[in-house]
């Protein structure tokens, strides 16, 4: 059974640091392309990150450019966001997804923002920035 499993968030100030962690089992994870995609209050699903563990790669939304890092380890199959310089607007509630990498090999997909264009998809965890 293929499980995706966000833990970490919690309310935190602006200014503050938080990481976030996704357990995954049940696929092979260096197969999959792995992302963060967030959901905040009233508003629809913005994508976050994402990490190929294969390659290393990694890609962000312009909106977490320089405060947010996606890592992995391939070993634990499990999936970090390390959250910087956190705002009030980063809070949502932050899924972990995952797609095969032969799903958009040959393409110029790095991440996406609809759950159609991912294979498994977790639960979500809250993070809630405020002073």
């Known amino acids: 059974e293929v499980q995706l499993v966000e833990s970490g968030g919690e309310s935190v100030q602006p200014g503050g640091s ?25 508003k629809g699903l913005e994508w976050v990150s994402s990490f190929y563990a294969y390659m290393g790669y990694t890609y962000y939304a312009e909106s977490v450019q320089g405060r947010f890092t996606t890592s992995g380890d391939i070993a634990k199959t499990t999936l970090y966001l390390d959250m910087n310089s956190l705002k009030p607007e980063d809070t949502a509630v932050y899924y972990c997804a995952g797609v095969h990498l032969g799903r ?16 498994y998809w977790g639960k979500g965890t809250q993070v809630t920035v405020s002073s």
Do not use: I, K, N
């Open 104 to 119: 958009y090999h040959g393409t110029s997909w790095h991440g996406g923002s609809e759950r159609s264009e991912y294979d």
């Open 18 to 42: 938080l990481r976030l962690s996704c357990a995954a089992s049940g696929f092979t994870f260096d197969d999959y392309a792995m992302s963060w995609v967030r959901q905040a209050p009233g």
